[in-house]
């Protein structure tokens, strides 16, 4: 994400996050070499992506010197290895219990999520509108939803998504599309059929919604 911010606006991040009790104007334009003003101008930026906020006052020789300090956002905004550390509980599950209790304990995972989503309030909606609710959480989520992705023939929303949260950990452990499919299918009282999967090589992963009521067995994967 600091890529995204510019290369200067990151050196701001980075001397925040090693002087976490905040820093003043006058301390950024000398780590940095830039003028106060052109200090005040990437400040008034990032404030505005809410990276950085003002803090406490400092007493000085003459007026109080303002601190500023991240945000929650500004300290999420560096990378973080959640990927590795997944990796690394995934492979410890898969000596204890192997791949299929992996899987299996995935999509219990997946269909206590749902559950704790559908509090949001799906009750009395029928299956259309249950996945159309599902894509907006999957875009909560952080997933890219084609919001022009067609109806099947019944006229049920089929849901494309060009990105996978979790591509790095499936691409090593497919069993993890288990969560995925139990979210899906525990949310919206279907039967869910993987249409394609990028995992797989396929450009989207693309899911189904069947009418026909979810069974233990009843999430397909067919690609």
């Known amino acids: 994400m600091t890529d995204m911010i510019g290369v200067r606006h990151r050196e701001f991040l980075e001397l925040l996050i090693k002087n976490k009790t905040g820093l003043t104007v006058d301390n950024f334009s000398k780590a940095l070499g830039i003028t106060r003003t052109a200090v005040r101008q990437h400040l008034a930026t990032l404030e505005a992506n809410t990276l950085v906020t003002k803090s406490i006052t400092r007493p000085s020789g003459g007026r109080p010197e303002q601190l500023y300090v991240l945000t929650d956002k500004g300290s999420s905004s560096f990378p973080r290895q959640y990927s590795w550390f997944a990796q690394l509980l995934i492979g410890m599950l898969e000596q204890e219990a192997g791949q299929e209790g992996v899987g299996e304990r995935l999509a219990a995972m997946g269909e206590n ?7 949001s309030g799906t009750a009395g909606e029928d299956l259309p509108a249950k996945v159309q609710h599902l894509a907006v959480l999957m875009e909560e989520l952080g997933y890219r939803v084609n919001p022009n992705a067609p109806a099947d023939i019944k006229g049920i929303p089929i849901i494309e998504a060009d990105n996978c949260v979790f591509h790095d950990l499936a691409s090593k452990h497919p069993q993890v599309c ?21 995992v797989k090589g396929a450009n989207v992963c ?4 069947d009418t026909e009521a979810p069974s233990p067995i009843s999430v397909d994967s067919t690609q």
Do not use: I, N, P, Y
């Open 206 to 209: 693309r899911f189904r919604f």
């Open 178 to 198: 288990r969560f995925d499919l139990a979210l899906l299918s525990t949310f919206t009282d279907s039967k869910v059929v993987h249409e394609a999967c990028m």
């Open 113 to 119: 999520v749902a559950k704790q989503l559908r509090a």
